[in-house]
């Protein structure tokens, strides 16, 4: 008898913690709030480490700052080098996109083996 018994007592405690997992669950969900008004928009920041230029550097940047996004866009990008090649085309883009947050940030310090990533720290 206890042994036809077994196979449910051992799945007895599961099938209550899943059950109470749910119901939990369901609870918690339930009392969240609705979406975000539907005129808010959260903003976006997009950090973007450069190192040399591309024939096609400005064009990529530029469209960053063309995406269809409502909320506020910000751009950060960050250089190691003042004497880097690409920092002409980011203040070239910085004026051709006023409306957007646009940053340069020039660290020549080196935080770790990947020196793009580096920048960005």
Do not use: W
Request: charged share 10%; aromatic share 10%.
């Amino acid at each position: 008898m206890l042994f036809t018994l077994l196979p449910f007592i051992v799945i007895l405690p599961a099938l209550a913690y899943s059950l109470i997992s749910l119901v939990c669950a369901a609870k918690y969900f339930k009392s969240l709030t609705g979406p975000v008004g539907a005129g808010a928009h959260p903003g976006v920041s997009i950090l973007k480490p450069v190192k040399g230029m591309d024939a096609g550097s400005y064009d990529n940047f530029a469209s960053f700052c063309r995406q269809n996004h409502a909320g506020a866009l910000q751009l950060i990008f960050a250089a190691a080098s003042p004497d880097d090649q690409v920092i002409p085309v980011i203040r070239q883009l910085m004026a051709d996109f006023p409306e957007h947050d646009i940053s340069l940030v020039i660290n020549p310090a080196i935080h770790g083996p990947n020196y793009k990533v580096s920048n960005l720290i």
